[in-house]
């Protein structure tokens, strides 16, 4: 039982990080910024192969400050 909730998370996680990616890519921001908020995607991936309930945390942060306008700022 434990093992399919896993699964399910983990579905629920890769479906939700290939949504995010395509918001990114279809943002009108400077290219920096694109590419820090890239960078943050990138992170929550990693963290979904070692910790998988931490990262589902992080992208639903990063999703609420993506649909509220908050982004960081580019190099």
């Known amino acids: 039982m434990e093992r399919d909730n ?3 998370l983990y579905g629920f996680v890769a ?3 290939k949504e995010a990616h395509a918001r990114v890519r279809g943002l009108q921001v400077p290219e920096g910024v694109r590419m820090a908020l890239t960078r943050k995607l990138l992170v929550i ?3 979904a192969k ?3 309930p931490d990262a589902a945390r992080r992208l639903d942060r990063f999703t609420k400050d993506l649909d509220e306008g908050r982004f960081p700022e580019g190099d």
């Open 6 to 8: 896993q699964l399910k």
């Open 15 to 17: 479906e939700q990080l």
């Open 45 to 47: 991936t990693a963290a």
């Open 50 to 52: 070692h910790d998988l």
